[in-house]
């Protein structure tokens, strides 16, 4: 019987292949591994890892010590988006919602970056290749909590988007919308 002395390494994957982003002062990046759908994709709304950033969004109203609900979105039609290294998370909700003065059109429920692209950039693609594809000509409307946000101007990367406020709620929650263009 003849032995080999060969033995065979599994194939690791590396990530030698970081290059520079290509927007202005966004550092480097891993490319995607699926170039042909863009920065998002869509997911499932039990998807682990973008239920792993919504916990890490200010909206997660989930304690430590409670049961984590295995999805996460809520009812109605929905759209989940995450990008392809995991680092952002965008969702889109269709519903009746309770809000009789700005709840009509799509709800933007959820947009959390931990990546290194402009947020503004992430929500225009969004928006652009993904909800308005969904939901042709339906207005996007957001709300923020400038309570709960560190920042001077709340919805500041929804503003740079093209989304303009529209009102506030009256439990203080800023509502920010985006009307497609007429055709």
């Known amino acids: 019987m003849h032995t080999s002395s060969t033995t065979f390494a599994p194939f690791i994957p590396t990530f030698d292949t970081i290059t520079r982003s290509p927007e202005p ?11 042909s759908f863009g920065r998002w994709f869509p ?3 039990g998807d682990s890892e973008a239920r792993a950033l ?4 200010y909206s997660c109203r989930w304690g430590t010590g409670r049961r984590q609900p295995r999805l996460f979105v809520g009812p109605g039609e929905k759209l989940v988006l995450m990008t392809q290294q995991a680092d952002a998370l965008i969702v889109f909700r269709r519903f009746v919602s309770q809000d009789r003065v700005y709840g009509h059109g ?8 931990e990546g290194h692209f402009r947020s503004r950039s992430l929500i225009r693609e969004a928006v652009e290749e ?4 969904r939901w042709p000509s339906q207005r996007l409307y957001t709300y923020v909590d400038g309570r709960r946000i560190v920042s001077t101007n709340p919805g500041y990367c929804f503003k740079c988007a093209g989304w303009k406020r529209c009102g506030v709620t009256s439990g203080g929650l800023i509502v920010l919308e985006l009307v497609p263009a007429p055709p």
């Open 25 to 35: 002062e966004s550092g480097n990046y891993i490319p995607p591994l699926l170039p």
């Open 43 to 45: 997911t499932s709304d």
């Open 54 to 57: 919504f916990r890490r969004h």
């Open 106 to 113: 799509v709800n933007c429920a959820v947009f959390r970056n």
């Open 130 to 133: 993904w909800a308005w594809k």
